[in-house]
């Protein structure tokens, strides 16, 4: 069975996203972009919501060859195009970038993927996290707390039928007070 984790940035009040889906709000430092980096690199597959899929494959499969590229950003875009993906939407037609698309139940899928034997999967979507959290799917929840508040717009988590029990298991904080939480489920 493969480990199931949903992660995200998020702000102090438990967004994703500010109003009009701006992110610029959590833009990394260097330490924290290397930590992103690095958990792109250890991650089975990634699975990808329509938006989030949209904001990375606009920037990132090209992002190694812009002008003044970081060393840091030209090892996260060969990480995050060599990851094999799945995207879940029944909007789109086509996705590339070593990705699938899933048009189907994407809790069944998930669950599915879940099952099988392989490297982790890693949920980058509230939206989509949110029926994996309902059906007891998911086995981690890393939080990385920006401290800001948005006041409103994506929200991390969603409203659940029951509680999660949840075990801490990391604790690290970054640069200009970032804090970063890992949360197993309690089963």
Request: hydrophobic share 40%; proline share 5%.
């Amino acid at each position: 069975m493969r480990k199931l984790t949903f992660g995200m940035n998020l702000s102090l009040d438990g967004y994703i996203a500010a109003p009009g889906d701006d992110l610029g709000w959590s833009a990394p430092n260097d330490e924290l972009f290397q930590w992103w980096s690095d958990r792109v690199g250890a991650t089975g597959t990634g699975l990808y919501g329509r938006r989030l899929w949209e904001t990375m494959s606009s920037h990132w499969p090209s992002a190694d060859q812009r002008p003044g590229a970081t060393p840091a950003e030209v090892e996260f875009a060969r990480r995050w195009r060599d990851m094999p993906k799945v995207v879940f939407s029944s909007t789109i037609s086509t996705v590339d970038w070593n990705a699938r698309l899933f048009a189907g139940d994407a809790v069944t899928e998930i669950a599915r993927l879940r099952a099988e034997d392989g490297g982790s999967l890693d949920i980058s979507s509230p939206t989509l996290a949110a029926g994996a959290m309902r059906a007891g799917l998911i086995d981690e929840y890393t939080l990385v707390t920006h401290p800001v508040l948005l006041g409103g717009g994506k929200p991390f988590f969603t409203a659940l039928d029951s509680w999660v029990n949840l075990t801490l298991v990391e604790t690290r904080t970054f640069p200009g007070g970032v804090v970063l939480t890992r949360y197993e489920t309690r089963r």
